[in-house]
């Protein structure tokens, strides 16, 4: 994957998650899979088409997850992660995932996203595309996220 992928995205989570009030976001590490696997507590998957083709997993852990959540939600605590909650995490990452395909377009690049969908409980493990995929560890305010991009071109 180019490396201007991963930095379209980097910037599109900052971008979005700073509204919200969550510090600069960092890259910690990041890796090639053969396929995108998850295997966090919580992943939001968005799939994309047009010029751009593929599907991006945000994956992130139960505590994480509670705190992105209450963000959203101007603070209000977030005990469980109910469907409401779900929600609006699966909400949050389309936005990161749409302000992405925004910087895409610029490149002259159209692109659309599908709806999010969330899986969420403990020992989870799931295969999403068996395309190569670039997995960034980030920091994002202290909180740690796993951004999965598996884009075709």
């Given at each position: 994957m180019e490396q201007k992928h991963t930095d379209i995205f980097l910037t599109a989570l900052e971008s979005v998650l700073s509204q919200f009030g969550f510090g600069g976001?960092?890259?910690?590490?990041?890796?090639?899979?053969?396929?995108?696997?998850?295997?966090?507590d919580f992943t939001v998957v968005i799939g994309i088409t047009g010029d751009v083709?593929?599907?991006i997993a945000y994956s992130f852990s139960s505590d994480t997850a509670r705190k992105l959540v209450s963000a959203m939600m101007?603070?209000?605590?977030v005990e469980t992660m109910d469907?409401?909650?779900?929600?609006?995490a699966g909400e949050l990452f389309n936005m990161?995932?749409?302000?992405?395909?925004?910087?895409?377009?610029?490149?002259g690049k159209a692109a659309a996203v599908s709806l999010p969908f969330v899986l969420s409980g403990g020992d989870i493990y799931a295969i999403i595309s068996t395309v190569e995929t670039t997995?960034?560890?980030?920091?994002?305010?202290?909180n740690e996220l796993e951004l999965n991009i598996a884009i075709e071109e």
């Open positions: 976001v960092t890259l910690n590490k990041e890796s090639t899979k053969d396929q995108l696997f998850i295997d966090r083709k593929g599907n101007m603070g209000a605590p469907d409401m909650a779900m929600s609006a990161v995932t749409a302000n992405a395909l925004t910087l895409f377009e610029k490149q997995a960034l560890e980030v920091d994002a305010g202290g």
